[in-house]
């Protein structure tokens, strides 16, 4: 049974930083694709951010470009998404996602099979 656990979120002030962190077990996930998604009040959630646990690219929406970074460790099976310079928009719930169909496909929540349960980003003005 494959488990995601979220962790880091917490209330920011814009332009700071804050690092989630995705603990992954169950399953070894050498072959995985990683993602993380957000869902912010009253909308769908949307894609911010994926990584193949084997390595490569990362691959990152047009919103987040620049500002957050997704990374790996394999020794700790651990997804992290490094955010920097964050904004009032950038407020909302964040999902850590994972599927081994490497479909070449990773910007839809339809592209994951597992799920966490979320950890809450609040960026304040």
């Known amino acids: 049974q494959v488990q995601l656990v979220e962790s880091g979120g917490g209330l920011v002030q814009a332009g700071g930083s804050l690092r989630l962190s995705c603990a992954a077990s169950?399953?070894?996930?050498?072959?995985?694709?990683m993602g993380w998604f957000r869902q912010a009040q009253g909308k769908e959630r949307r894609f911010v951010a994926a990584i193949r646990w084997s390595g490569g690219s990362a691959l990152y929406a047009d919103s987040v470009k620049g500002r957050f970074t997704i990374s790996r460790d394999s020794a700790k099976n651990t997804v992290y998404l490094q955010m920097n310079s964050l904004k009032p928009e950038d407020t909302a719930l964040y999902y850590c996602?994972?599927?081994?169909?490497?479909?070449?496909?990773?910007?839809?929540?339809?592209?994951?099979?597992?799920w966490g349960q979320g950890t809450q980003v609040t960026v304040s003005t």
């Open positions: 169950g399953r070894t996930f050498s072959s995985y694709t």
């Open positions: 996602a994972a599927t081994a169909f490497n479909s070449g496909s990773y910007y839809s929540r339809n592209d994951y099979d597992y």
